[in-house]
């Protein structure tokens, strides 16, 4: 048999994958919710490959084989399997750890808590709509307590939120998706960038990676690591192989004011560094040390006592929104010819590949964003702050976007520092007032931490659907669809696993003490502490993006210049603080194999390295899956 024929290249993608999506969907957001919210383990969502969704390619890739050896017939087509993985990566992202995870403990937690001491009643009550909150204490007592959710009673309290945060998300979703498919020509046709977090669902799809034996070499390796470690954590008797993290605590100024400095092992983040270009990995370690500078330097100089000195916060943000700018300004020929498309003064050919007119497009966007500008309006935010919110948090999600699409950075997050906050730096808070402030608290859940960002996984999807040839028209139904199905089973999922156990009584971290608690008393210290303007930190905000200008130009005018902007932004996070030595290593690790084996021994090394990644997220999701079957805490390989 030539397994090379199993999956055979295809534009026809037939509709039962839409169907086996949409069963996958609410199971997969129901595993995601038990591992984020009630075991606090794994977090799949937390990754920019989210292993949750690599365990079902497998599982369905696997079954594809068996089902050719056995009937000579194949269930899924490359192509189908492409869109089931990138319906799955959007619904998950949806129901994700920084996304709507975060949105139902909100709704009823002002109402919930409010005591005399916090005065929530007096302070921001009547600024909450009323259609996009739960105030119903019978319903909230359910909620916090244990109940179930299907009660009349309940389903009347959540019902008109529910309704009215799904057309919320939707179009914001929507305008996502707009966006893209008036960037995807440039950054996936015309400046051909590498995405390296499809690599290994790509390669899943096409049967012949399943016969790599060094795949499987570096499957079994990190599957013993992984399996001998979950043993340890349910039996200590049994030897534990090594640590996933090491910290190294300086006392000595001034280098104590850069804080511990964790030394990570994680095989999965190594393998996926490995994919990434070796000047992207270089830059990532090197800028996390050059954030590390900064703070030893402040401590140096007595600038540490300014309060947020260096302002890392604003610069990352700065950089992400640097990072847009830039890539708007060298996709400046394809936004043209965009431009003169839309107003009908060119007849621009469309290609294949073109999902819809880019008339189309400009058109559905603008009505999208009338409709979001409008809901934003009836809740009680002004036009103006409204347009200037989410003219930001877009400009936020490109940078994310066009970083990943670039670097393919294991993880990205900026905690805390989202456009409300960018705002409230540069004007106060009482130039904003109340009613705002209580408007922007409710959209937290999208500016968080930007973990599970939908919009690389909608561009994503575009990028996999040009490798494997299938349309892209239907590419972009599936994400529709994923959107739709992903928003209604994250809302039963965040609802029916609250009431079953009680947020309160048996996860309150962080479902209650993080998710619902932080927004409120955020505007809590807004409403009784009012802040002026920032300008230190308004300063540094400007200051990533000039430096994110600098690191272009130098790139554009020198070849050999090895940093790239997109490093710059993303690497002062939480999450890269643990794994900058696993892109460390991965450098080194390709480093010596391009030096000493070249360009053929990379290619034969790399089954190698996504073999890492697949062993430790098919362990890994094992493990969670026992734990949850068995009711009991199970190892977690990234936490």
């Not at 996999?464 to 669809?481: E, L, P, R």
């Amino acid at each position: 048999m030539k397994y090379n024929e199993i999956n055979l290249p295809n534009r026809s993608v037939r509709y039962r994958a839409f169907v086996v999506s949409i069963i996958l969907i609410p199971i997969n957001i129901y595993w995601n919710v038990q591992m984020e919210l009630v075991r606090y383990s794994g977090l799949p969502t937390t990754i920019s490959l989210f292993f949750n969704v690599i365990f079902n390619l497998l599982v369905l890739s696997l079954a594809n084989i068996g089902i050719k050896r056995l009937f000579r017939k194949t269930l899924f087509k490359s192509g189908e399997l492409s869109i089931i993985y990138v319906m799955l990566s959007i619904a998950s992202g949806i129901g994700g750890h920084s996304m709507m995870q975060i949105l139902p403990p909100m709704l009823g937690h002002p109402f919930w808590f409010a005591t005399e001491e916090n005065d929530w009643k007096n302070l921001f009550w009547r600024y909450l709509p009323e259609w996009l909150t739960v105030n119903d204490k019978r319903a909230l007592a359910g909620y916090y307590e244990g109940d179930t959710l299907y009660k009349i009673e309940y389903f009347t309290a959540w019902l008109i939120p529910v309704l009215s945060w799904f057309s919320i998300i939707f179009i914001i979703l929507l305008i996502m998706l707009c966006l893209n498919v008036i960037i995807r020509r440039q950054w996936v046709e015309n400046e051909k960038l590498s995405y390296p977090i499809i690599q290994l669902p790509t390669e899943m799809t096409n049967s012949r990676f399943y016969f790599n034996r060094w795949m499987w070499i570096g499957f079994i390796l990190v599957a013993i690591v992984d399996i001998l470690n979950g043993l340890h954590f349910l039996i200590p008797n049994i030897p534990q192989v090594f640590s996933k993290r090491y910290y190294l605590n300086l006392s000595s100024e001034p280098f104590l004011a850069m804080g511990n400095l964790p030394f990570a092992l994680y095989p999965f983040v190594i393998g996926l560094g490995f994919l990434i270009p070796l000047d992207l990995s270089f830059s990532c370690w090197f800028f996390f040390w050059f954030w590390k500078l900064q703070l030893i330097v402040g401590q140096m100089v007595g600038l540490s006592h300014l309060p947020g000195f260096p302002y890392l916060h604003s610069q990352a943000i700065g950089g992400y929104v640097g990072v847009t700018l830039v890539a708007l300004y060298v996709s400046r020929f394809h936004l043209l010819l965009v431009i003169k498309q839309v107003l009908a003064q060119s007849n621009i050919s469309n290609s294949r590949s073109q999902i819809m007119s880019y008339r189309k497009v400009v058109i559905l966007l603008t009505v999208s964003s009338i409709i979001l500008l409008a809901l934003c309006q009836k809740a009680g935010m002004s036009i103006t702050v409204a347009t200037i919110f989410f003219l930001l948090y877009y400009l936020i999600s490109m940078g994310i976007t066009r970083m990943r699409a670039e670097l393919g950075a294991p993880v990205h997050d900026i905690h805390y520092t989202g456009p409300e906050q960018m705002m409230v730096w540069a004007v106060g808070t009482r130039r904003l007032g109340t009613t705002n402030l209580t408007v922007l608290s409710l959209f937290w859940f999208l500016t968080r931490t930007h973990y599970s960002h939908v919009m690389p996984h909608q561009l994503e999807g575009f990028k996999i659907s040009t490798q494997v040839n299938i349309s892209q028209w239907k590419t972009f139904i599936a994400i529709i669809v994923a959107c739709v199905v992903g928003i209604f089973s994250a809302f039963w999922v965040l609802l029916h696993i609250p009431y079953q156990l009680g947020a309160l009584a048996q996860i309150p971290w962080p479902t209650v003490n993080a998710f619902g608690l932080e927004p409120w008393r955020r505007l809590e210290n807004w409403l009784i502490n009012p802040m002026v303007t920032s300008i230190p930190e308004t300063i540094f905000i400007g200051v990533g993006m000039l430096v994110t200008f600098g690191l272009m130009f130098m790139r554009m005018k020198f070849f050999w210049f090895p940093l790239y902007p997109a490093a710059y932004a993303v690497t002062n996070s939480w999450a890269i603080h643990n794994i900058w030595f696993c892109l460390f290593i991965a450098w080194v690790i390709k480093i010596i194999i391009l030096q000493y084996g070249g360009l053929k021994a990379h290619q034969k090394a790399t089954p190698f390295f996504l073999g890492l990644i697949l062993g430790e997220f098919t362990i890994g999701s094992l493990w969670t899956i026992i734990g949850i079957l068995l009711g009991i805490p199970t190892y977690g390989f990234y936490t």
